[in-house]
């Protein structure tokens, strides 16, 4: 089963979300604001994509941040504690494929999995 992680008002997510029902892909939709995030994937989700990728420095949030909180982000284990208390620094959606982990939404690349 394919597992779209994110925050539902997410316009990235929403569109995530619309394309995998318009292709008739089955997925469940795991809420970061209401089930948390889940602390066991992060470091798996760090692995497949680097953190980099997983932490987004572009977003309000990361902005919101004063030096310190994101100084703290300069290493994967720092990184990691930032998701857990801002899950909003995680770039979105987080998906579980089958056989793999993507960040973001990118039709073209996902039909090609299809």
Same mark, same amino acid.
């Given at each position: 089963?394919?597992?779209?992680?994110?925050? /539902?008002?997410?316009?990235?997510?929403?569109?995530?979300?619309?394309? *995998?029902?318009?292709?008739?892909?089955?997925?469940?939709?795991?809420?970061?604001?209401?089930?948390?995030? /889940?602390?066991?994937?992060?470091?798996?989700?760090?692995?497949?994509?680097?953190?980099?990728?997983? *932490?987004?420095?572009?977003?309000?949030?990361?902005?919101? *941040?004063?030096?310190?909180?994101?100084?703290?982000?300069?290493?994967?284990?720092?990184?990691?504690?930032?998701?857990?208390?801002? /899950?909003?620094?995680?770039?979105?959606?987080?998906?579980?494929?089958?056989?793999?982990?993507?960040?973001?939404?990118?039709?073209?690349?996902?039909?090609?999995?299809?």
């Amino acid at each position: 089963m394919i597992i779209v992680y994110g925050i /539902p008002n997410c316009d990235t997510v929403k569109k995530a979300r619309a394309w *995998l029902t318009g292709h008739g892909v089955a997925h469940e939709f795991h809420d970061f604001k209401k089930q948390g995030v /889940p602390g066991e994937k992060l470091p798996a989700w760090g692995q497949a994509v680097g953190w980099d990728k997983l *932490l987004n420095r572009q977003g309000t949030t990361w902005r919101k *941040l004063d030096a310190a909180a994101q100084a703290s982000a300069a290493d994967a284990a720092g990184a990691q504690a930032l998701m857990l208390a801002n /899950p909003s620094v995680i770039k979105r959606p987080v998906v579980e494929w089958a056989n793999r982990i993507t960040v973001g939404f990118d039709a073209k690349s996902w039909a090609e999995q299809l």
